[in-house]
């Protein structure tokens, strides 16, 4: 499951799990959605309820993420869903890059020109 998420976002869902003080602030960063699946994770014992994605594990249970979860985290800044745990996954790469640049998009490969037709 992906949810819609900007770098704001995450970084506020970081700050509620960090308890320093600025969890008012931060919930009212947040999309009701988000909150809402934030307060089940940490209802059913869930913490923290936002984890980052490292070498292809959640780093929440530690367990192996399947390769498209992982494909997407990588090229699209947002929440997913760890299929093992539910814990909300983020791409810490992305999110540590520019602010205005919410998504990464795939490199393209060059086309060569087709060839020219002999007549």
């Known amino acids: 499951m992906k949810i819609e998420a900007t ?4 970084r506020a869902l970081l700050s509620l799990a960090s308890g320093d003080g ?3 602030v931060a919930q009212c960063a947040l999309p009701p959605l988000v909150l809402e699946r934030w307060r089940a994770l940490v209802a059913e014992g869930r913490w923290p309820p936002a984890v980052a994605i490292e070498r ?3 780093s929440g249970c ?3 993420l399947p390769t498209m979860v992982e494909a997407k985290a990588t090229h ?3 929440l997913y869903t760890c299929p093992h745990c539910r ?3 983020f791409t810490r790469e992305l999110l540590q890059q520019d602010p205005k640049r919410e998504t ?3 490199s393209r490969r ?3 020109p087709a060839p020219e037709s002999r007549s």
């Open 110 to 112: 060059r086309r060569r």
């Open 104 to 106: 990464v998009r795939p």
């Open 7 to 10: 770098a704001d976002q995450i």
């Open 56 to 58: 292809g594990t959640c």
């Open 62 to 64: 530690h367990l192996r």
């Open 22 to 24: 600025e969890g008012e």
């Open 87 to 89: 814990r909300m996954l």
């Open 76 to 78: 699209s800044l947002a």
